[in-house]
């Protein structure tokens, strides 16, 4: 009963905010919805993935690699459908479920596995898993982002965490000789980067680009300081807990940045945007390794340090999974060899030699191919040395719910509407107040 009781209210909340969404997924979602042989030749399956790889050129590189799976098996076609950003895609993707069109193989953070679970929308993977072949080659870092209650619910498409990029000629600009560690320096440099020629109050370089809004990735370039003050969102029992001092203190020492006129906010939900940082109007952008093909093609100057430490170093383990839908026995089937695909080590460090991604496959992370790039490509291995301490965002359930709340507490804090403390309560109190009902 509870499920269903849930059920109608999802389907309540679909007519009555994203009825224009749903008809243009009845749209998409057809392609997944429709006999698998109905546009292909006979004998071929026919399987969609819904994706949101960003940037553009990231794309590129994964079609390549899909034309190269589908060629290698004739009897499979995959289709790869991109459906937006983060933000853009959870309410198409609640609108396939509850229009019986979801796609085969969704791409996503494997934060939403708890919500997936509850809908009973997704095949669960233990017993194929406990049978692939290729298990012993995925790193165990990555359990936590594939297991709920004992049970195997996706697997990583691959990984990643944020650190720091930087323009190495602006830094010798401003006469800075050494990197920051600690926050401190951190807001030191941004001030000392932060140019005012004119002295209209409007910088023409900012040190430092903070990401804004409510979406998921404003709250993961944000989680790694949250933890580094020694915060957590939810507590041992899963609950959340958003109004915790470490919490309260990262968000307030983001909004000191934005007080003191040294840090350019993103646009709403577009923190991963790189054209200030590649223009040259912000000299520091905390991103991921994903954004190497863009800035290898942008011909700037970049480097990258790690994030710098409030009360202990932290990051967060990024990166999405492949979620198999349930449909029928033979598209299910393609789907899981399709995801055997991705975690070979072939794709894997095809993938990551091509965009700065981290392999999940140990044997890529080791081959001499990937070792010869991380000797080309220096960056990597800072992302690669905070692995160490990398930690996964809970896959529980409500995890949306929470990261939307956090994300609007940041959102107005540094917007300068209320102080941490007060959008963290209301934040708390928005979360257990949706959480009964």
């Given at each position: 009963?509870?499920?269903?009781?849930?059920?109608?209210?999802?389907?309540?909340?679909?007519?009555?905010?994203?009825?224009?969404?749903?008809?243009?997924?009845?749209?998409?979602?057809?392609?997944?919805?429709?006999?698998?042989?109905?546009?292909?030749?006979?004998?071929?399956?026919?399987?969609?993935?819904?994706?949101?790889?960003?940037?553009?050129?990231?794309?590129?590189?994964?079609?390549?690699?899909?034309?190269?799976?589908?060629?290698?098996?004739?009897?499979?076609?995959?289709?790869?459908?991109?459906?937006?950003?983060?933000?853009?895609?959870?309410?198409?993707?609640?609108?396939?479920?509850?229009?019986?069109?979801?796609?085969?193989?969704?791409?996503?953070?494997?934060?939403?596995?708890?919500?997936?679970?509850?809908?009973?929308?997704?095949?669960?993977?233990?017993?194929?898993?406990?049978?692939?072949?290729?298990?012993?080659?995925?790193?165990?870092?990555?359990?936590?982002?594939?297991?709920?209650?004992?049970?195997?619910?996706?697997?990583?498409?691959?990984?990643?965490?944020?650190?720091?990029?930087?323009?190495?000629?602006?830094?010798?600009?401003?006469?800075?000789?050494?990197?920051?560690?600690?926050?401190?320096?951190?807001?030191?440099?941004?001030?000392?980067?932060?140019?005012?020629?004119?002295?209209?109050?409007?910088?023409?370089q900012n040190g430092v680009l903070l990401a804004v809004g409510?979406?998921?990735?404003?709250?993961?370039?944000?989680l790694p300081f949250i933890f580094s003050a020694n915060g957590?969102?939810?507590?041992?029992?899963?609950?959340?807990?958003?109004?915790?001092?470490?919490?309260?203190?990262?968000?307030?020492?983001?909004?000191?940045?934005?007080?003191?006129?040294?840090?350019?906010?993103?646009?709403?939900?577009?923190?991963?945007?790189?054209?200030?940082?590649?223009?040259?109007?912000?000299?520091?952008?905390?991103?991921?390794?994903?954004?190497?093909?863009?800035?290898?093609?942008?011909?700037?100057?970049?480097?990258?340090?790690?994030?710098?430490?409030?009360?202990?170093?932290?990051?967060?383990?990024?990166?999405?999974?492949?979620?198999?839908?349930?449909?029928?026995?033979?598209?299910?089937?393609?789907?899981?060899?399709?995801?055997?695909?991705?975690?070979?080590?072939?794709?894997?460090?095809?993938?990551?030699?091509?965009?700065?991604?981290?392999?999940?496959?140990?044997?890529?992370?080791?081959?001499?191919?990937?070792?010869?790039?991380?000797?080309?490509?220096?960056?990597?291995?800072?992302?690669?040395?905070?692995?160490?301490?990398?930690?996964?965002?809970?896959?529980?359930?409500?995890?949306?719910?929470?990261?939307?709340?956090?994300?609007?507490?940041?959102?107005?804090?540094?917007?300068?509407?209320?102080?941490?403390?007060?959008?963290?309560?209301?934040?708390?109190?928005?979360?257990?107040?949706?959480?009964?009902?």
């Amino acid at each position: 009963m509870k499920f269903i009781e849930r059920l109608e209210g999802i389907k309540i909340l679909i007519f009555k905010r994203i009825i224009p969404l749903f008809c243009c997924l009845i749209i998409l979602g057809g392609c997944a919805g429709t006999s698998p042989n109905a546009e292909g030749n006979k004998g071929v399956t026919k399987i969609v993935l819904w994706h949101g790889i960003n940037p553009p050129e990231n794309r590129e590189i994964f079609n390549r690699l899909l034309a190269e799976f589908n060629q290698a098996n004739p009897e499979i076609e995959v289709e790869a459908l991109y459906i937006g950003q983060p933000d853009e895609q959870l309410p198409k993707i609640i609108a396939a479920i509850v229009g019986n069109q979801p796609p085969d193989i969704l791409w996503y953070v494997p934060q939403l596995t708890g919500k997936l679970v509850e809908l009973q929308a997704i095949k669960p993977l233990q017993d194929w898993w406990n049978n692939s072949p290729i298990k012993d080659e995925i790193d165990p870092v990555m359990l936590p982002t594939m297991e709920l209650e004992g049970n195997i619910w996706s697997v990583p498409f691959a990984t990643n965490n944020t650190a720091v990029f930087y323009r190495p000629s602006l830094f010798k600009e401003a006469g800075i000789t050494k990197l920051p560690t600690s926050w401190e320096e951190f807001k030191q440099v941004a001030k000392q980067l932060t140019k005012d020629t004119n002295n209209d109050g409007i910088a023409e370089q900012n040190g430092v680009l903070l990401a804004v809004g409510k979406g998921e990735f404003t709250v993961f370039v944000w989680l790694p300081f949250i933890f580094s003050a020694n915060g957590e969102i939810v507590n041992a029992n899963n609950q959340p807990t958003l109004t915790n001092p470490g919490v309260e203190k990262a968000l307030s020492l983001g909004r000191e940045l934005v007080e003191e006129k040294v840090a350019l906010l993103s646009a709403p939900d577009r923190g991963y945007e790189l054209d200030n940082f590649i223009a040259g109007k912000v000299a520091m952008q905390i991103t991921g390794p994903w954004t190497l093909a863009q800035l290898n093609q942008s011909g700037i100057d970049y480097d990258v340090f790690p994030l710098p430490v409030i009360e202990k170093p932290a990051t967060v383990l990024g990166g999405e999974s492949l979620f198999v839908f349930k449909t029928t026995p033979e598209r299910e089937k393609a789907a899981l060899k399709f995801l055997q695909y991705i975690l070979s080590e072939d794709f894997q460090k095809k993938w990551a030699i091509s965009t700065g991604y981290l392999p999940i496959n140990i044997k890529a992370q080791k081959s001499p191919e990937y070792q010869q790039f991380l000797t080309e490509k220096p960056v990597i291995k800072v992302f690669l040395e905070q692995m160490k301490y990398a930690k996964s965002r809970p896959i529980i359930a409500n995890y949306p719910l929470i990261s939307e709340n956090l994300g609007r507490a940041i959102e107005s804090v540094l917007l300068g509407k209320m102080s941490a403390k007060q959008a963290l309560e209301e934040a708390q109190k928005r979360v257990s107040l949706e959480s009964k009902t």
